[in-house]
Nanobody, 120 residues
Framework: QVQLVESGGGLVQAGGSLRLSCVAS????????MGWHRQAPGNQRELVAT???????HYADSVKGRFTVSRDNAKNKVYLHMASLKPEDTAVYYC??????????????WGKGTLVTVSS
């Protein structure tokens, strides 16, 4: 079982930057990938960025060149550096991990989210 806690959200002006952090606890050795999703008011939750245990990254087209996902050496923390923020980036950002148990079961874990508000 994995628990996730996000932090770093807040209010920022358009063009500004924020860094979100997510720390995983519990069965962190089981984590195969970590990433970020977001959900704006009235919208579906969407993928923002992911990073695998091997360091492979993926970004939504809307954030490429502006956002950077990274992780620490223990692979139990993930960060999302957001630059050149736009009002349309306003959303609740959720940390997610994909874990594989020793029994081969794949499980997604989600944090509670952190709100990012970008003002124009």
């Amino acid at each position: 079982q994995v628990q996730l806690v996000e932090s770093g959200g807040g209010l920022v002006q358009a063009g500004g930057s924020l860094r979100l952090s997510c720390v995983a606890s519990g069965s962190t050795d089981s984590i195969k990938a970590m990433g970020w999703h977001r959900q704006a008011p009235g919208n579906q939750r969407e993928l923002v960025a992911t990073i695998s245990s091997a360091g492979t990254t993926h970004y939504a087209d809307s954030v490429k060149g502006r956002f950077t996902v990274s992780r620490d050496n223990a692979k139990n923390k993930v960060y999302l550096h957001m630059a050149s923020l736009k009002p349309e980036d306003t959303a609740v950002y959720y940390c997610k991990t994909i874990s594989i148990s020793r029994f081969g079961r794949s499980t997604d874990y989600w944090g509670k989210g952190t709100l990012v508000t970008v003002s124009s």
